[in-house]
């Protein structure tokens, strides 16, 4: 599976739209791209995923280069229920292992 | 719909004693995932099972961790004897089988393990 970068944090006002990036640089060209958030003490929380299109869901939209090499998250309009720590995954189609870095540690406040 | 179902969700017990965690997957789901979480090591995969049968268990820390599904709507991790470092939250997750479109794993609550 290809490696991802993502930065450790972000800080993001409630209402305004968080963006989170995600460089996969090494990705194959039957990689999806799956985003996942963790809230202190739940399991992780599947968002969106998508392989070459834009993508967008009751949560998030999803932004992915021409090249594929990196990506962005937009939570729309951030709402204090979405601090979480958010992972960038790339998994090769017909492989079901999903492989966890360390994410973004992103806080939104009032 | 009932998501993926864990229990228990808190187990505290003493060093040498048997552990059993139990998951329930969603309905129709017959891929399952068991997952690990601690501070030092982050979130990883243990096993994943496909149609009840074990695929990958590279992730297995030692024998003494074994899991099994014996039907499609349940599965459980056993840690005999445990230990102090098995302490950690434990994840169970479930998806869909074919990759149509790349199938989401959905996560229980998982269960908090400590070994005293």
């Known amino acids: 599976d290809a490696k991802t970068t993502q930065p450790t944090s972000m800080d993001c006002a409630e209402g305004r739209a968080a963006n989170l990036p995600c460089n996969h640089s090494t990705i194959s060209g039957n990689e999806y791209v799956y985003w996942y958030r963790q809230i202190h003490s739940q399991g992780p929380q599947y968002i969106i995923h998508?392989?070459?299109n834009n993508e967008t869901n009751e949560m998030a939209s999803l932004i992915i280069t021409e090249d594929r090499k990196s990506s962005t998250l937009i939570l729309p309009h951030a709402t204090l229920r979405d601090t979480a720590v958010y992972y960038c995954?790339?998994?090769?189609?017909?492989?079901?292992?999903?492989?966890f870095g360390t994410g973004t540690r992103l806080l939104v406040s009032p | 719909d009932a998501g993926v179902i864990q229990s228990p969700r808190h187990e505290v017990t003493e060093m040498g004693q048997e552990v059993t965690l139990r998951c329930k997957p969603i309905?129709?789901?017959?891929?399952l995932f068991w997952y690990r979480q601690t501070m030092m090591r982050g979130l990883e995969l243990l096993i994943y099972?496909?149609?009840?049968?074990?695929?990958?268990d590279s992730g297995m820390p030692e024998d003494r961790f074994s899991a099994k599904m014996p039907n499609a709507s349940f599965s459980t991790l056993k840690i005999q004897p445990s230990e102090p470092r098995d302490s950690a939250v434990y994840f169970c997750?479930?998806?869909?089988?074919?990759?149509?479109?790349?199938?989401?794993?959905?996560f229980g609550d998982g269960t908090r393990l400590s070994i005293l």
């Open positions: 997750a479930s998806s869909l089988d074919v990759d149509r479109g790349g199938q989401p794993q959905h």
């Open positions: 998508g392989l070459k």
């Open positions: 995954i790339v998994r090769f189609t017909g492989f079901q292992k999903l492989v």
């Open positions: 309905s129709g789901h017959n891929s």
């Open positions: 099972f496909n149609n009840n049968v074990p695929i990958d």
